[in-house]
T-cell receptor, first 116, second 112 residues
């Protein structure tokens, strides 16, 4: 079956530009997560949705970062006025059902963002 | 919040040898510990996980052990093969919150 997909796979932006990164989770998955992975590091949590509700955005590094999931499926991570330190791979993950205690998160291939 | 530390950062073994990667965590509330394998340019993929009510779990050549008292858990790969070469990440989470706190990764190189 189809896994988590993300687009674009690569994005080059000039400093100051706005970018939008898209995540298509596995169909029927309730939970959706965004992580930021700097080069040579482990993924770091950004934000979490349960259906359309954003339940945790404690990992968003600044108010330039904004995420939404308006219909409880596709999610978009938007970064305004990009800075060089935003350069990283942005990973999206989805999981089936939080309350059932089933924790496996399925990851997408990521979007590699390079800010020049 | 939770802090997960992972060692070593790089590990080189001969094909057929065993490899061990160790992680520690700080938050005693963490009760789910997955391990992900990430090949170069690819997505992280779950290889094994363990919950805090279990001390050890095995799946063919891969095993994970958990010591709740000491707050550390380890990944053991036996009879390593070149296709095991990748970066391995440990993570910790609480059931109620679900977000993962990842270690910094271990680059495993299996030499043929």
């Amino acid at each position: 079956g189809a896994g988590v997909s993300q687009s674009p796979r690569y994005k080059v932006a000039k400093r100051g530009q706005d970018v939008a990164l898209r995540c298509d989770p596995i169909s029927g998955h309730v939970s959706l997560f965004w992580y930021q992975q700097a080069l040579g590091q482990g993924p770091e949590f950004l934000t979490y949705f349960q259906n359309e509700a954003q339940l945790d955005k404690s990992g968003l590094p600044s108010d330039r970062f904004f995420a939404e999931r308006p219909e409880g499926s596709v999610s978009t991570l938007k970064i305004q006025r990009t800075q060089q330190e935003d350069s990283a791979v942005y990973l999206c993950a989805s999981s089936l059902e939080r309350l059932a205690g089933y924790n496996e998160q399925f990851f997408g291939p990521g979007t590699r963002l390079t800010v020049l | 919040g939770e802090n997960v530390e992972q060692h070593p950062s790089t590990l080189s073994v001969q094909e057929g040898d065993s490899a061990v990667i160790k992680c520690t965590y700080s938050d005693s509330a963490s009760n789910y510990f997955p391990w992900y394998k990430q090949e170069l340019g690819k997505r992280p993929q779950l290889i094994i996980d363990i919950r805090s009510n279990v001390g050890e779990k095995k799946d063919q050549r891969i095993a994970v052990t958990l010591n709740k008292t000491a707050k550390h858990f380890s990944l053991h790969i036996t009879e390593t093969q070149p296709e095991d070469s990748a970066v391995y990440f440990c993570a910790a989470s609480e059931d109620n919150f679900n977000k993962f706190y990842f270690g910094s990764g271990t680059k495993l190189n299996v030499k043929p």
